[in-house]
């Protein structure tokens, strides 16, 4: 089973940032924190991933907590095509990678 | 270009008939992984692998079969075992644990 909670549904003003929550709460001292996001049809692609301390890459920002029991998922300044399913994974130390229902984000003109 | 195919996209059959959807990579990527996906769904975990010739069962592995012959290609067979094939399958791989992982496209099985 997926390790992570997320709200089925967003939306979000172009232009506003977005901020996509992600509980995971039994996350272990060795498992890293991964965002990726799925546009209908396509392979999910990469935004970020971290440990514990926060992180910034050209796409987004990720927030995680100083218990590391959630995180925040930042798009600064959400843009149309931006809309897609986005998945936040905790990744076990074997190496797998399970994903949940994810968080549909729509962003509106 | 480096990165990770899948063939066909589409891909249909006949129900009892076995079938084995493609994936290569060319980024030199241990560990390699299935998914399927249904419509509104996530994705599931079908099998793994992290190293050639081994491999693991995810959540649902029931009525699939993969080989890790080779580093750069994890085929998956769909058995006639498996009830409802009809679905989106995913191939990803990444270096490690705490590496990002790259998808391919995919590849839409539809059994009739």
């Known amino acids: 089973d997926a390790k992570t909670t997320q709200p089925p549904s967003m939306d979000c003003a172009e232009g506003r940032a977005a901020n996509l929550p992600c509980n995971h709460s039994?996350?272990?001292?060795?498992?890293?924190v991964y965002w990726y996001r799925q546009i209908h049809s396509q392979g999910p692609q990469y935004i970020i991933h971290?440990?514990?301390n926060n992180e910034t890459n050209e796409m987004a920002s990720l927030i995680i907590t100083e218990d590391r029991k959630s995180s925040t998922l930042i798009l600064p300044h959400a843009t149309l095509r931006d809309t897609a399913v986005y998945y936040c994974?905790?990744?076990?130390?074997?190496?797998?990678?399970?994903f949940g229902a994810g968080t549909r984000l729509t962003v509106k003109p | 270009d480096g990165g990770i195919t899948q063939s066909p996209k589409y891909l249909f059959r006949k129900e009892g008939q076995n079938v084995t959807l493609s994936c290569e990579q060319n980024?030199?990527?241990?560990?390699m992984y299935w998914y399927r996906q249904d419509p509104g769904q996530g994705l599931r975990l079908i099998y793994y692998?992290?190293?050639?010739?081994?491999?693991q069962k995810g959540d649902i592995a029931e009525g699939y079969s993969v080989s890790r012959e080779k580093k750069e290609s994890f085929p998956l067979t769909v058995t006639s075992a498996q009830k409802n094939p009809t679905a989106f399958y995913l191939c990803?791989?990444?270096?490690?644990?705490?590496?990002?992982?790259?998808f391919g496209q995919g590849t839409r099985l539809t059994v009739v």
């Open positions: 990803a791989s990444s270096i490690a644990v705490n590496t990002e992982a790259f």
């Open positions: 039994t996350i272990s001292g060795n498992e890293y």
């Open positions: 692998s992290q190293i050639v010739n081994d491999f």
């Open positions: 980024l030199n990527h241990d560990a």
């Open positions: 994974i905790v990744r076990e130390w074997n190496n797998d990678m399970r």
């Open positions: 971290g440990l514990k």
